[in-house]
């Protein structure tokens, strides 16, 4: 009787802690990411159910006239002007599965906006990808910071 006690304590101990390990394994896309070029850092937050992604740092701050770079690649024209640092990056971004997002990102470089999955692939790692039609490229950015 004893040994199955025993069992039957290990077994509630192991339930109980399962879902913390489970989150763990999961883990959080939120946080401060750096592009893999290195000239950008993103932080991603939690935005309901889905998450979030706004650039907080550049590399190049300023263009060659040293003014706060600003999204002059936006078709619209009244959003030509809005600055680069505080540029929302992801929208629509929800869950599709554990640690991966689907939904839209604006690439700044081009003033376009692609459809896109988020995964977290390590606990330092997060891939991006943009998709246009069935063409997907991506990049991974590193946790700056913990």
């Known amino acids: 009787m004893a040994c199955r006690f025993g069992f039957i304590i290990a077994m509630l101990t192991a339930l109980l802690a399962a879902p913390g390990a489970q989150a763990q394994a999961g883990g959080e896309a939120t946080g401060t990411w750096l592009t893999q070029a290195g000239d950008a850092r993103v932080r991603v937050s939690k935005c309901g159910a889905g998450i979030c992604g706004v650039v907080v740092w550049l590399r190049d701050p300023f263009d060659s006239a040293g003014k706060p770079q600003v999204d002059d690649k936006n078709p619209n024209p009244s959003l030509k002007r809005r600055p680069m640092i505080g540029l929302p990056l992801f ?12 939904g ?6 081009d003033g376009s906006t692609y459809a896109s ?8 790692t997060l891939k991006v990808e ?16 913990r």
Do not use: F, H
């Not at 869950?95 to 991966?100: D, H, K, Y």
């Not at 839209?104 to 470089?109: H, L």
């Not at 999955?117 to 330092?124: E, F, I, K, Q, R």
């Open 104 to 109: 839209q990102i604006y690439n700044a470089d």
């Open 91 to 102: 929208s629509g971004m929800q869950p599709t599965g554990a640690s991966r997002w689907s």
């Open 130 to 145: 943009g998709c246009m039609g069935a063409l997907c490229g991506g990049e991974n950015w590193t946790r700056v910071g």
């Open 117 to 124: 999955n988020v995964s977290l692939t390590g606990p330092d």
